[in-house]
């Protein structure tokens, strides 16, 4: 789970990240135009501390290929997964197709998995079991995250009373735009160009 923020333990500054959601694109429109949801893969993602950018933000969570198999076995034998997607409620044919989109999207990933803010590599996770990153700002404190209660939502969904701004990314990671506005009627998205605000050299 991804905690809703982080603490330093001591002095008690909150750190939130800027997203907690985001996408693959898998398909080869340039951004600006429509994009369809088939085309979408959710990035499996665990939160994380950019030490080029000294913020909290999202980092890609990728496990080895033989997790995606196994997830994929499992999907079609009809279990349960967390991995790289939660099942629970999903029906069994959508289960097995996602991971099998996610299978083959994992045995042609060749980048190390990035911190999402700015597409580099040198980040540390946060939801190991000791605290690992020291407030710089704090004599004592380490940053802890910390998970709040939410009551459920039932409005319309992100990108109908306001853009959604759900960043998008290519196969490998690298930033290439945003989702807008929800287009219902193609089951698919508008979408913007975004770029990182310094280059990140891979």
């Known amino acids: 789970m991804f905690p809703n923020e982080f603490r330093c333990s001591s002095c008690q500054t909150t750190f939130r990240a800027p997203f907690r959601e985001a996408y693959y694109y898998l398909g080869s429109v340039a951004m600006g135009q429509q ?23 999202a980092a890609e969570d990728i496990l080895p290929l033989r997790d995606f198999e196994n997830a994929y076995g499992a999907a079609r034998a009809g279990k349960e997964i967390d991995y790289p997607l939660h099942s629970a409620f999903m029906d069994s ?17 060749r980048h190390a998995p990035r911190v999402l803010c700015c597409g580099g ?3 540390q996770y946060l939801d190991v079991a000791q605290p690992l990153i020291k407030h710089a ?13 939410i009551g459920p939502y039932c409005g319309p969904g992100p990108g109908v009373l306001s853009a959604a701004n759900i960043r ?14 929800r287009r219902k009627e193609t089951n698919g998205w508008d979408t913007e160009k975004l770029s990182y ?3 990140t050299e891979d």
């Not at 044919?93 to 990933?109: I, K």
Request: charged share 25%.
């Open 35 to 57: 994009v369809e949801d088939s085309q979408l893969l959710e990035i499996p993602l665990r939160p994380a501390w950019c030490k080029d950018c000294a913020c909290l933000c």
């Open 93 to 109: 044919e959508q289960v097995v197709s996602e991971v099998g989109h996610y299978l083959r999207w994992r045995m042609a990933r």
């Open 121 to 123: 590599t040198n980040f």
């Open 137 to 149: 700002e704090c004599d004592f404190g380490f940053i802890e995250g910390e998970t709040l209660h």
């Open 168 to 181: 998008l990314y290519d196969s490998e990671g690298g930033l290439l735009g945003q989702l807008t506005w």
């Open 197 to 199: 605000l310094t280059p």
